[in-house]
């Protein structure tokens, strides 16, 4: 499975922005998808994610009420729709695929796409 984000760019606080992860590969449907965001200077940390069939999701706490996560299973792209945006919010995001499903927030996922980035200024 490759993935590749999308989306990322400079954003007032306020602002929205949506990410996109586009997964290629036969089976890449099936696959649960996170997405991790990482600030300079600090570790990787969960965002949100996905079950494969959409049904299941879960958010960090920081996020909750601010960023959708989605997917569209027939384009297989899965979606961080970010509203709400903050300074704190700047970080380069990625996206991840994993097998299973789990509200597991450790970054324990078997693909990564290479990050987009996003600045929020205030």
């Known amino acids: 499975v490759q993935l590749q984000a999308s989306g990322g760019g400079l954003v007032q606080a306020g602002g929205s922005l949506r990410l996109s992860c586009a997964a290629s590969g036969r089976t890449a449907i099936s696959y649960s998808m996170g997405w991790f965001r990482q600030a300079p200077g600090k570790e990787r940390e969960f965002v949100a994610a996905i079950s494969w069939s959409g049904g299941s999701t879960f958010y960090a706490d920081f996020v909750k009420g601010r960023f959708t996560i989605a997917r569209d299973n027939v384009k297989n792209t899965v979606y961080l729709q970010m509203n709400s945006l903050k300074p704190e919010d700047t970080a380069t995001y990625y996206c991840?695929?994993?097998?299973?499903?789990?509200?597991?927030?450790?970054?324990?996922?078997?693909?990564w796409g290479q990050g987009t980035l996003v600045t929020v200024s205030s």
């Open positions: 991840a695929a994993r097998r299973y499903w789990t509200y597991d927030p450790t970054p324990n996922y078997d693909y």
